[in-house]
């Protein structure tokens, strides 16, 4: 199952490292959820621990991030947003065919971006381009499962949300009887 993102803008009072005085900034930030709802809850538990009781938060903003992976990297600070395109040659028309996709990749700087995101590709069976890399405004990423041993609260908590939402499969026979008649009747 892939990682549906969200990019959550929040205000909230920042210490600015230059003056040493805190400030109202608008910062945005990547949750992995299952919605928006869910979404705006994980984003005020993870601000939670980097403010203090008296500090509040204000979300601007939740949207959907257009990111096709994640790939944090030891020892680096920044948030990359690299665009990588696929190849595929077309038999009917003869063409070359791109279709782009996005990364976020952590690094220190463009180039060290690009050659992570080339470390990423490179298990590609593919041919592929990497046409830009810039960096993102993304301050921080909170994966949903991290790795860490309190994981496994997270887990429970995962599988109970995800159990909660109603999965319809099976097939309602007086529907599909009703639309068969409607059918033969036209």
Same mark, same amino acid.
């Given at each position: ?5 969200? $990019?959550?803008?929040v205000k909230? @009072? *920042?210490?600015? %490292?230059?003056?040493? =005085? /805190? ?10 959820a299952i ?55 077309? $038999?009917?028309?003869?063409?070359? @065919? *791109?279709?782009? %996709?996005?990364?976020? =990749? /952590? ?70 009887m009703a ?8």
């Open positions: 199952m892939s990682a549906t993102w969200y $990019e959550c803008k909230y @009072r *920042k210490l600015d %490292q230059t003056t040493g =005085v /805190q400030k109202m900034k608008t910062e945005p930030f990547l949750v992995d919605s928006y709802t869910e979404a705006e809850a994980r984003i005020t538990e993870e601000m939670s621990a980097y403010l203090t009781d008296s500090d509040e938060i204000k979300i601007t903003n939740i949207k959907v991030a257009n990111y096709a992976e994640i790939h944090p990297f030891e020892n680096s600070d920044r948030w990359f947003k690299s665009r990588v395109s696929l190849i595929a040659f077309d $038999e009917e028309s003869g063409k070359e @065919r *791109k279709s782009n %996709q996005y990364l976020l =990749v /952590q690094a220190n700087d463009v180039k060290e971006a690009f050659e992570n995101t080339m470390e990423v590709m490179k298990d590609t069976m593919g041919e592929f381009s990497i046409p830009a890399v810039s960096e993102s405004p993304i301050m921080d990423v909170f994966p949903y499962f991290s790795g860490e041993e309190d994981d496994l609260e997270r887990v429970k908590k995962f599988t109970a949300l995800k159990d909660s939402v109603p999965v319809n499969i099976g097939m309602d026979e007086a529907m599909e639309d068969t008649l409607a059918t033969e009747s036209e």
